[in-house]
Protein backbone atom coordinates (compact mmCIF):
# COMPACT_ATOMS: atom_id res chain seq x y z
CA UNK A 1 0.00 0.00 0.00
CA UNK A 2 0.73 3.99 -0.57
CA UNK A 3 0.25 7.05 0.11
CA UNK A 4 -1.53 7.83 -3.40
CA UNK A 5 -2.92 11.83 -2.17
CA UNK A 6 -2.87 14.12 0.16
CA UNK A 7 -5.58 17.60 1.42
CA UNK A 8 -5.74 19.81 3.13
CA UNK A 9 -8.87 21.89 3.61
CA UNK A 10 -7.81 25.64 5.24
CA UNK A 11 -11.70 26.90 5.43
CA UNK A 12 -13.95 24.37 6.56
CA UNK A 13 -17.05 22.83 4.30
CA UNK A 14 -14.62 24.96 1.27
CA UNK A 15 -12.68 23.24 -1.14
CA UNK A 16 -9.34 21.13 -0.32
CA UNK A 17 -5.71 21.65 -1.90
CA UNK A 18 -4.03 19.00 -2.90
CA UNK A 19 -0.65 18.67 -1.12
CA UNK A 20 3.04 16.80 -2.38
CA UNK A 21 3.72 16.29 1.25
CA UNK A 22 2.69 17.49 4.74
CA UNK A 23 3.36 17.34 8.32
CA UNK A 24 1.13 15.03 10.61
CA UNK A 25 0.90 16.22 13.91
CA UNK A 26 -1.27 15.80 17.18
CA UNK A 27 -3.76 17.97 15.58
CA UNK A 28 -3.67 16.18 11.82
CA UNK A 29 -2.51 18.44 8.69
CA UNK A 30 -1.66 21.60 10.05
CA UNK A 31 -3.28 24.30 8.42
CA UNK A 32 -6.69 21.94 8.57
CA UNK A 33 -9.78 23.75 8.90
CA UNK A 34 -8.56 26.44 11.00
CA UNK A 35 -10.81 29.30 9.40
CA UNK A 36 -14.75 28.64 9.17
CA UNK A 37 -18.12 30.43 7.81
CA UNK A 38 -19.84 31.42 10.55
CA UNK A 39 -23.66 32.88 10.86
CA UNK A 40 -25.89 34.49 13.90
CA UNK A 41 -26.21 30.92 15.43
CA UNK A 42 -23.29 29.41 14.73
CA UNK A 43 -20.98 27.64 12.09
CA UNK A 44 -23.12 27.04 8.60
CA UNK A 45 -21.39 24.13 6.60
CA UNK A 46 -21.74 22.66 3.31
CA UNK A 47 -24.60 20.88 4.68
CA UNK A 48 -27.13 23.32 4.60
CA UNK A 49 -24.97 25.90 2.49
CA UNK A 50 -24.03 23.55 -0.46
CA UNK A 51 -22.16 26.80 -2.74
CA UNK A 52 -18.95 26.72 -0.17
CA UNK A 53 -18.52 23.72 -1.12
CA UNK A 54 -17.48 24.89 -4.64
CA UNK A 55 -15.39 28.02 -3.67
CA UNK A 56 -11.35 27.06 -3.79
CA UNK A 57 -9.61 27.40 -1.00
CA UNK A 58 -5.65 27.27 -0.52
CA UNK A 59 -2.90 28.46 2.14
CA UNK A 60 -1.04 31.53 0.79
CA UNK A 61 2.98 31.80 0.85
CA UNK A 62 2.02 33.57 4.54
CA UNK A 63 0.59 30.18 5.76
CA UNK A 64 -2.92 31.67 5.98
CA UNK A 65 -5.95 30.53 4.51
CA UNK A 66 -7.04 32.34 0.95
CA UNK A 67 -10.46 32.06 -0.57
CA UNK A 68 -10.81 32.34 -4.30
CA UNK A 69 -7.20 33.60 -4.10
CA UNK A 70 -8.12 36.52 -1.63
CA UNK A 71 -7.02 36.66 2.38
CA UNK A 72 -9.44 35.14 3.86
CA UNK A 73 -9.94 38.27 6.12
CA UNK A 74 -10.48 40.68 2.89
CA UNK A 75 -13.64 42.08 1.99
CA UNK A 76 -13.43 40.20 -1.32
CA UNK A 77 -13.31 36.33 0.58
CA UNK A 78 -16.17 37.66 2.54
CA UNK A 79 -18.71 38.94 -0.60
CA UNK A 80 -17.75 35.49 -2.11
CA UNK A 81 -18.82 33.23 1.03
CA UNK A 82 -21.57 35.25 1.63
CA UNK A 83 -22.82 34.68 -2.13
CA UNK A 84 -23.24 30.80 -1.12
CA UNK A 85 -23.84 31.33 2.84
CA UNK A 86 -26.48 34.75 2.82
CA UNK A 87 -25.93 38.26 4.10
CA UNK A 88 -25.30 37.42 7.40
CA UNK A 89 -21.92 35.37 7.25
CA UNK A 90 -18.84 35.78 8.30
CA UNK A 91 -15.28 34.10 7.98
CA UNK A 92 -13.99 33.59 11.20
CA UNK A 93 -11.17 31.81 12.79
CA UNK A 94 -11.34 28.52 15.14
CA UNK A 95 -8.48 26.19 16.38
CA UNK A 96 -10.30 23.51 18.91
CA UNK A 97 -10.77 20.02 18.12
CA UNK A 98 -14.24 20.35 17.93
CA UNK A 99 -13.40 21.60 13.74
CA UNK A 100 -13.20 18.74 13.10
CA UNK A 101 -16.26 16.59 12.70
CA UNK A 102 -15.71 13.09 13.94
CA UNK A 103 -11.24 13.05 14.90
CA UNK A 104 -8.48 15.13 12.88
CA UNK A 105 -7.95 12.96 9.74
CA UNK A 106 -9.71 10.97 7.39
CA UNK A 107 -8.70 8.73 5.41
CA UNK A 108 -9.84 6.95 2.39
CA UNK A 109 -8.96 4.18 0.14
CA UNK A 110 -8.51 3.69 -3.48
CA UNK A 111 -10.76 0.16 -3.50
CA UNK A 112 -13.44 1.98 -1.64
CA UNK A 113 -13.37 4.77 -4.00
CA UNK A 114 -13.81 2.63 -6.76
CA UNK A 115 -17.23 0.76 -5.88
CA UNK A 116 -18.53 4.49 -4.37
CA UNK A 117 -17.97 5.23 -8.51
CA UNK A 118 -18.06 8.95 -8.05
CA UNK A 119 -15.62 11.90 -7.71
CA UNK A 120 -13.38 11.58 -4.56
CA UNK A 121 -13.73 14.76 -3.48
CA UNK A 122 -17.40 14.09 -2.39
CA UNK A 123 -15.70 12.03 0.49
CA UNK A 124 -13.22 14.54 1.54
CA UNK A 125 -10.55 12.69 2.57
CA UNK A 126 -7.05 14.20 4.00
CA UNK A 127 -5.42 11.10 3.10
CA UNK A 128 -6.20 8.42 0.37
CA UNK A 129 -4.37 5.54 0.54
CA UNK A 130 -3.58 3.09 -2.81
CA UNK A 131 -3.30 -0.74 -3.61
CA UNK A 132 -5.88 -1.50 -0.91
CA UNK A 133 -8.73 -4.00 -2.02
CA UNK A 134 -12.78 -3.15 -2.01
CA UNK A 135 -13.85 -3.34 1.60
CA UNK A 136 -10.83 -3.93 3.11
CA UNK A 137 -10.28 -1.25 5.55
CA UNK A 138 -14.20 -1.78 7.38
CA UNK A 139 -11.53 -3.70 9.30
CA UNK A 140 -9.11 -1.82 10.09
CA UNK A 141 -10.59 0.36 13.01
CA UNK A 142 -8.40 -0.75 16.35
CA UNK A 143 -5.25 -0.53 14.17
CA UNK A 144 -2.63 1.22 12.72
CA UNK A 145 -0.89 2.81 9.68
CA UNK A 146 2.39 3.44 9.61
CA UNK A 147 2.91 6.17 7.02
CA UNK A 148 6.17 7.69 6.35
CA UNK A 149 7.12 9.25 9.51
CA UNK A 150 4.24 8.89 11.66
CA UNK A 151 1.54 6.49 12.79
CA UNK A 152 -1.85 6.92 12.32
CA UNK A 153 -5.01 5.46 14.29
CA UNK A 154 -7.83 4.10 12.59
CA UNK A 155 -10.74 4.80 15.26
CA UNK A 156 -13.48 3.62 13.28
CA UNK A 157 -15.31 3.88 9.71
CA UNK A 158 -16.92 7.52 8.81
CA UNK A 159 -20.81 7.47 8.72
CA UNK A 160 -21.96 9.56 5.81
CA UNK A 161 -24.14 12.43 5.82
CA UNK A 162 -25.62 14.78 3.03
CA UNK A 163 -22.28 16.43 2.08
CA UNK A 164 -21.30 13.71 -0.45
CA UNK A 165 -24.73 14.40 -2.56
CA UNK A 166 -23.64 17.83 -3.45
CA UNK A 167 -21.33 18.50 -6.85
CA UNK A 168 -18.17 20.27 -5.85
CA UNK A 169 -17.99 21.60 -9.19
CA UNK A 170 -21.80 23.08 -9.15
CA UNK A 171 -22.61 22.62 -5.88
CA UNK A 172 -25.80 21.04 -7.77
CA UNK A 173 -27.33 18.03 -5.34
CA UNK A 174 -28.20 14.11 -6.37
CA UNK A 175 -29.65 12.49 -3.17
CA UNK A 176 -28.99 9.07 -5.44
CA UNK A 177 -25.25 9.24 -4.12
CA UNK A 178 -26.30 8.93 -0.19
CA UNK A 179 -28.67 6.28 -1.39
CA UNK A 180 -26.01 4.49 -3.04
CA UNK A 181 -24.26 4.96 0.10
CA UNK A 182 -26.49 3.26 2.21
CA UNK A 183 -27.09 0.01 -0.14
CA UNK A 184 -23.61 -0.21 -0.92
CA UNK A 185 -21.82 1.01 2.02
CA UNK A 186 -24.62 0.43 5.02
CA UNK A 187 -23.94 4.66 5.03
CA UNK A 188 -20.12 4.26 6.15
CA UNK A 189 -17.56 5.56 3.72
CA UNK A 190 -14.17 6.20 5.05
CA UNK A 191 -11.80 6.22 8.29
CA UNK A 192 -11.90 8.25 11.30
CA UNK A 193 -8.37 8.71 12.31
CA UNK A 194 -6.36 10.83 14.64
CA UNK A 195 -2.27 10.97 15.05
CA UNK A 196 -0.52 8.68 17.43
CA UNK A 197 3.31 9.53 16.40
CA UNK A 198 3.80 13.34 14.28
CA UNK A 199 5.90 12.71 11.56
CA UNK A 200 6.52 13.92 7.85
CA UNK A 201 4.18 11.81 5.12
CA UNK A 202 4.19 12.56 0.82
CA UNK A 203 2.63 10.83 -1.78
CA UNK A 204 4.08 7.77 -2.84
CA UNK A 205 5.01 6.51 0.76
CA UNK A 206 4.87 3.01 1.68
CA UNK A 207 1.79 2.28 3.99
CA UNK A 208 1.99 -0.71 6.56
CA UNK A 209 -0.65 -1.99 8.90
CA UNK A 210 -0.57 -2.94 12.58
CA UNK A 211 -1.91 -3.79 15.75
CA UNK A 212 -1.92 -1.42 18.32
CA UNK A 213 -2.96 -0.44 22.53
CA UNK A 214 -3.44 3.34 21.72
CA UNK A 215 -6.51 5.11 22.94
CA UNK A 216 -8.23 7.58 20.56
CA UNK A 217 -8.66 11.41 22.01
CA UNK A 218 -12.47 12.31 22.56
CA UNK A 219 -14.08 12.55 19.45
CA UNK A 220 -14.50 16.24 18.10
CA UNK A 221 -17.29 18.46 16.78
CA UNK A 222 -21.09 18.05 15.99
CA UNK A 223 -21.41 14.88 14.46
CA UNK A 224 -20.68 13.57 17.68
CA UNK A 225 -22.56 15.90 19.62
CA UNK A 226 -19.84 18.58 20.38
CA UNK A 227 -21.19 21.85 18.46
CA UNK A 228 -18.86 24.94 19.13
CA UNK A 229 -19.16 28.55 19.41
CA UNK A 230 -17.55 30.73 16.94
CA UNK A 231 -17.76 34.57 18.61
CA UNK A 232 -15.27 37.63 19.62
CA UNK A 233 -15.52 40.39 16.53
CA UNK A 234 -12.25 40.78 15.20
CA UNK A 235 -11.31 44.35 13.12
CA UNK A 236 -12.66 44.37 9.46
CA UNK A 237 -16.01 42.41 10.19
CA UNK A 238 -14.22 38.92 10.31
CA UNK A 239 -13.93 37.43 13.86
CA UNK A 240 -11.05 35.37 16.14
CA UNK A 241 -12.80 32.38 17.36
CA UNK A 242 -12.70 31.19 20.15
CA UNK A 243 -14.65 27.77 21.34
CA UNK A 244 -16.98 27.44 24.35
Not at 176 to 199: E, K, M, N, S, T
Amino acid sequence: MHVAGLWRYPVKSLAGEPLPATPLTADGIPGDRVVHVAGPNGPLTGRTRHGLLTIPAATGVDGQPEVAGHPWRSAAAANIVRVAAGPTAELVAYTGSERFDVLNLLVATDGAVAAFGHDLRRLRPNLLIGDVPAGAETTWPGRTLTVGDAVIGVYAVRQRCVVTTIDPDTGAQDLDVLRHIRRRFDYRLGLDCWVIRPGQVQVGDPVALAGTTAVPPPAGGWIVGRPYRLAERHEGGSHAGRGR
